[in-house]
Each structure stands twice: as structure tokens, then as C-alpha cells.
């Protein structure tokens, strides 16, 4: 069933589409390398036990949670479904 000017199975498309952009996001956040000792934010020191579950972490509990934060308000905006993207 088409919704507009949309052809079919352009919905089905939009939500694949958004879904791959969103696991190829939190695939790329994923920390590589190893593990710091100490935050790279606040320099206190990372659990052994952090560093071990998380190869490649970065930040404390308390920095990552900040850090998550700040990267979800970001994400609110759906940039894809915007009027103005589907104008260019």
C-alpha cells in the first residue's frame, strides 16, 4: 500500500534504513585497543574489573553515563525523516 507520493515498500525501506544507521552508530562506540587505567575525563581511576568486561574503555561509570547522555539528546532529531532531507 502506497502512502502518498511514496511507492511501495518505501515505509518498509525508511525503517531498515534507520535501523542500519543505527547499529552501524553503536557499533563505531564500541572502544577498541586497551583499556586506560585512569578516565580520560576526570583522570580517576578505572576498576580493574571495568577494564576487563570493556577491553578499550575510556571512562569511569560516572563519565561514560554523562558521555551517553549527551550523545542521546543529540540523536533525538531524525535527520532522515526531516522535510528538509527530502527536499535536496
Not at 48 to 62: H, N
Request: proline share 5%; aromatic share 4%; glycine share 6%.
Amino acid at each position: 500500500m502506497a502512502v502518498g507520493w511514496s511507492r511501495d515498500g518505501a515505509v518498509q525501506e525508511q525503517i531498515d534504513a534507520t535501523v542500519a544507521s543505527a547499529v552501524e552508530i553503536a557499533k563505531s562506540r564500541l572502544p577498541k585497543g586497551e583499556s586506560l587505567t585512569h578516565c580520560e575525563e576526570c583522570e580517576s581511576p578505572i576498576p580493574e574489573a571495568r577494564r576487563k568486561a570493556m577491553p578499550g574503555v575510556r571512562f569511569c561509570v560516572a563519565c561514560q553515563s554523562e558521555l551517553e547522555k549527551r550523545q542521546k539528546a543529540a540523536a533525538l532529531y531524525n535527520r532522515r525523516g526531516s522535510k528538509d532531507s527530502q527536499l535536496k
